[in-house]
């Protein structure tokens, strides 16, 4: 079954409030960022959380992503052994690539990581890219649309972000690509938030625009290496709160990952492996 039939089921659902019964059911843990998934580099950070709560952390229905080990090794292929093209960065959108090929986007505050988690999805197959994508500490790096093409297989697209040292162009530049680009292209938006520093006004703002677009998007939680494990179920809990009242139609699934550690890269690596049609996911 394609991916969009499954969410356009699921955004049918509700899931329990499950933020309040975390307050009482948290174990106490002082778990630190170097514990995600180690000796499993193709787990999911979110099997992490589960310890640390005595109740289900989301329905299962809601993990409707979960590909088999050989599957997301496969993926990996994808990323690591193609050759990586960077277009040169855009302003207007008359100057969008013309090459019919899919394309996945990375949206969120200036600072939230999204160079720094399309660096690391590409990390060590080609030395030669990786230089040119650079990162800052300073809010408002990136300051046009970067194009990363894996010939004849798909685009990720790097954004400038929303809030502090946002460019002038933002709504016309970014704003305007993911929502008017056509779905046939965009093939899903990845929403960045940041687990350090939670949601802010901005990113609700931004949310509830994508929620009234006919963008498909999910929500990505960044820098889970950066706090403590507690820190981030709280973060994953009311980011997961948000979205069941007021994020129909984002996937209902939420990926976490560390772009500096690399924890939860390979499940994100095979998910766009899958939404852009480069491989089969058994049961989907
Ligand atoms: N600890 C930690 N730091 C991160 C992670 N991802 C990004 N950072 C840091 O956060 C800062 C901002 O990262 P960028 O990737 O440039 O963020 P961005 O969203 O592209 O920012 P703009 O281009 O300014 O919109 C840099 O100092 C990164 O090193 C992460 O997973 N963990
Ligand atoms: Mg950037």
């Known amino acids: 079954m394609h991916i969009f039939t499954l969410a356009a089921l699921l955004r049918l659902q509700r899931g329990v409030r499950l933020h309040h019964i975390c307050q009482r059911h948290l174990h106490a843990t002082h778990a630190t960022s170097s514990e995600w998934c ?33 599957e997301i090794r496969k993926a990996q292929n994808i990323f690591q052994g193609n050759r990586v093209e960077p277009l040169k960065g855009i302003v207007n959108l008359d100057q969008l690539p013309a090459r019919d090929l899919p394309e996945i986007a990375f949206i969120g505050q200036s600072n939230v990581g999204k160079s720094s988690l399309v660096k690391s999805l590409f990390r060590s197959l080609n030395p030669k890219t990786n230089h040119r994508l650079t990162v800052s500490k300073k809010a408002g790096h990136t300051r046009t649309l970067r194009f990363y093409e ?12 929303y809030g502090e040292n946002m460019p002038e162009h933002f709504v016309r530049s970014a704003e305007a690509y993911i929502m008017t680009r056509q779905t046939s292209r965009l093939k899903m938006t990845f929403s960045l938030l940041d687990a350090h520093r939670g949601m802010t006004e901005n ?45 129909s139609t984002a996937l209902p699934q939420i990926f976490l990952v560390s772009s500096l550690s690399g ?13 852009t049609g480069n491989i089969r996911i058994s049961g989907h």
Do not use: W
């Open 150 to 161: 894996i010939p004849r297989k798909f685009s990720l697209v790097d954004m400038p972000g």
């Open 203 to 247: 990113d609700q703002e931004f949310l509830d625009k994508l929620q009234n677009s006919n963008a498909s998007f999910c929500l990505v939680l960044t820098k889970i290496d950066k706090v403590p494990h507690s820190h981030v179920l709280r973060a994953f809990l009311a980011l997961n709160e948000y979205r069941e009242k007021h994020l």
């Open 38 to 70: 180690v000796g499993q580099p193709f787990s999911n950070p979110l099997d992490e959380l589960k310890k640390l709560l005595q109740v289900p952390l989301i329905k299962d229905e809601n993990l409707i992503f979960k590909p088999t080990q050989t």
């Open 263 to 275: 924890a939860g890269i390979p499940l994100l690596r095979s998910f766009i492996a899958y939404v």
